[in-house]
């Protein structure tokens, strides 16, 4: 059984945390929470598609130079190689479930933006 207080968890970019529920070669399953004002550096996966579903607040996702605002209990898929990265423009902590398929350990190519 995992949950939240037994998962590993690190931190990345400015106070983001992530908690990750399963991370193996084939899928990987992670919660993370951002805080307002937070984003992640434009990046891709050469291998890995992604699925976030949107569990508190409101994502903003920038896929291929387009913007998207995802809500509570919505989902996005992201193929691989497509560049992207997710902000919280919003005015609430955002918390979000992230599951990559293959794992994006060791594919992830960050972009100058």
């Known amino acids: 059984m995992i949950n939240k207080s037994n998962a590993k968890h ?10 990750v529920f399963l991370d193996n070669d084939k899928l ?6 951002m805080p307002i004002g937070t984003k992640e550096k ?3 996966h050469s291998n890995a598609q ?8 409101t994502a903003t ?10 809500q509570e ?6 193929d ?11 005015e609430k902590m955002l918390s979000f479930l992230v ?4 794992s994006t350990n060791n594919d992830r190519v960050n972009i100058d933006n």
């Open 73 to 78: 209990n919505q989902g996005i898929s992201i």
């Open 42 to 44: 434009l990046h891709f």
């Open 10 to 19: 690190y931190t990345w970019g400015n106070d983001c945390d992530s908690w």
């Open 28 to 33: 990987s399953i992670k919660l993370e929470s």
């Open 61 to 70: 996702l920038y896929i291929d130079k387009n913007k998207k605002l995802i």
């Open 80 to 90: 691989a190689n497509t560049k992207h990265y997710i902000a919280n423009t919003s």
């Open 99 to 102: 599951i990559s398929q293959p």
């Open 50 to 57: 992604q699925f976030f579903f949107i569990l508190k607040g």
